[in-house]
């Protein structure tokens, strides 16, 4: 799948205020700092498109962008960024899952986990919570140019074992590096198949 055109809509803090829209979406979500917006920068080739920074906590809102008039990539920002306050991880949560479980047109949900670490409760906790909630999601493994292919399937493997043990069914994979033009073809090939069976 090739984007010609990727640009921002709007943000939004709250469901109510998510833009109205007949396409499908699909929103990337994971622990702070783990390359959500970077992906979306790379997999549209726009550098700057969505806010990246080095310092974890940087989207705070939830970011929609138009691809090719066809469908709606959203940014949300990260979990577990430990520097915010009780009362605003409680707003994050309540908000982010206001909008996972209630946006009617959300196609899809990419939970991206850091490929270099083992399994992260927080991550597997997540994962549980949407299959529980019965959404649609794949797992992207990113920043996999930090790691090596032996360690990198290893952290998959346990990961999915650690899921395995709560929840059935078997996830999606893909794994990609903004360092490796090549493995957005991967996640481009992915986003097309569940288009065509949903959108
Ligand atoms: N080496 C490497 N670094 C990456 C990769 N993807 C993202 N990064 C870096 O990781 C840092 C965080 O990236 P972001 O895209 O801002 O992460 P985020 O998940 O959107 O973070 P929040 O918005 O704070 O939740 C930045 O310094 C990126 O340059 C990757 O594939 N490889
Ligand atoms: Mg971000």
Request: proline share 5%; with cysteine; net charge neutral.
């Amino acid at each position: 799948m090739k984007i010609n055109s990727a640009t921002f809509v709007t943000s939004a803090v709250e469901l109510d205020a998510c833009p109205p829209s007949s396409q499908s979406e699909i929103a990337f979500i994971g622990r702070s700092n783990v390359g959500k917006s970077s992906l979306i920068n790379f997999l549209t080739g726009k550098d700057g498109l969505a806010k990246t920074s080095s310092k974890p906590g940087h989207t705070q809102l939830i970011n929609f962008f138009d691809i090719d008039q066809k469908w709606t990539m959203v940014d949300l920002p990260g979990y577990g960024y430990a520097r915010r306050s009780k009362a605003q991880r409680a707003e994050f949560n309540e908000f982010v899952s206001d909008y996972l479980v209630n946006r009617e047109n959300l196609l899809c949900v990419f939970v991206l986990i850091d490929a270099k670490i083992p399994p992260q409760e927080l991550d597997v906790a997540f994962v549980e919570w949407i299959v529980q909630n019965e959404l649609p999601f794949a797992l992207i493994f990113t920043k996999a140019d930090k790691t090596k292919p032996q360690p990198l399937a290893a952290n998959i493997a346990a990961f999915k074992a650690e899921l395995a043990k709560r929840c059935d069914g078997e996830p999606a994979v893909l794994s990609c590096s903004v360092k490796d033009y090549k493995s957005r073809i991967g996640v481009l090939d992915f986003v097309e198949q569940t288009l065509k069976m949903g959108g």
